[in-house]
């Protein structure tokens, strides 16, 4: 079983290393298996990862000009001091995985990829992005026929509306992606899934499960013990949100196409912990086991701010949302503090040390309100 990892796997994840991407890796390793990685998958993510990180830098100086009004005499500030690191994506994965084989992408022909934009064939959306989704897509197959691949592939992305269809909660690939691969005649089994969170759960944990004869943890003990790390966690997640998580946790596009990036998060949670689940656990390295959970946080209060004018623009949309209780006005600083009140399910994974027993690094996969 091989793995093809697309872009988006690695949005937020830039030096893969939450508990998924571990147990992943963990069995590419133990099984000899090799991770399908596309050369332009490489280039978009240290791209997009660029990009933000110079977004940040941009923020800290404008922050820096606004201290130095506060200030008697000039701030000493300079990108260089932040020590950030020239960050390379092959590099990253080729000190975690043994085996990596390389997707080019530069023998797909032009014509071929102009011809699928001018009829909207998927993944093409008509935008910059489609044409790279294209690229990705067809030198995948290309590599499949090229090395006559047989056995199962597994194919990664969170693009549901350009590569998937979902029927009855079953994912499949789009009629056009699907015809790709008949006129390919690829011979692999390609299986599609939407986050590394369903793969593990799905596929890995079957294979490398621990068995409850073990005693590896005890899963009703645990449980219980769980609640400071999962409200600490869950506050952290929520409080660094972006406007598209915030738009899809709130059901809306109001942040993610009419708003620009909040100013601040405070997020406070007075009702604790409810019904906490633990669906899987299974080995990795060492001390370490992966477990995956669920849990519902009650009575947490959200206090985001935006700008007053934006405000004062949207505010019967604004008000109009379900979770909203209440605005308060800084006239002085012209910022909105928007205040939302509401109770989240989530489906989450971390891991877990047995020896110290120890919780870290959770991940959230799926929220909903």
Known sequence: MKIFLDTNVFYNNWFANNPNFKLMFHYLNNENEDLLLSELVVKEVENIRNRELEESVLEIERLVKKMEKLNSKKIKFSPDDLGVDIYDLNEILSNKVDWIDSINYESISQSLV?????????????????????????????????????????FITNNKSDFFEVKKKKIRFHPDLQKDIDEYEIKAKITPYLNL???????????????????????????NELDDFFIDETDDYLEGMKNSQLSELFSTNLFSDRLTDVLDIDVVNWDGVEDPEIHSVSKLS??????????????????????????????????????????????????????????????????YDIKDEAPRELSVEYFNL
Not at 292 to 304: A, D, L, P, V
Not at 310 to 335: A, C, P, R, T, W
């Open 197 to 223: 969170y369903d793969f593990v759960n799905d596929k890995i944990d079957k294979i490398d499960k621990i068995d409850k004869d073990d005693h590896a943890i005890d899963k009703l003990a645990l449980i």
């Open 286 to 351: 060492g001390d370490d086991v992966y477990i995956s959970c669920y849990y519902e946080m009650r009575g947490i209060n959200m206090t985001i701010s935006i700008d007053e004018v934006e405000y004062n623009q949207h505010m019967e949309e604004i008000e109009s949302l379900h979770e909203f209780i209440e605005v308060e006005i800084d006239k002085i600083n012209g910022i909105a503090k928007l205040l939302f009140g509401f109770r989240i399910n989530i489906n989450a994974s971390f891991i």
């Open 114 to 154: 102009v011809n699928r934009a001018l009829k909207a064939t998927k993944p093409f959306t008509g935008q910059e992005k489609g044409y790279r989704d294209t690229l990705i897509w067809l030198s995948f197959l290309e590599y499949l026929k090229e090395k006559d691949i047989n056995g199962e592939i597994i």
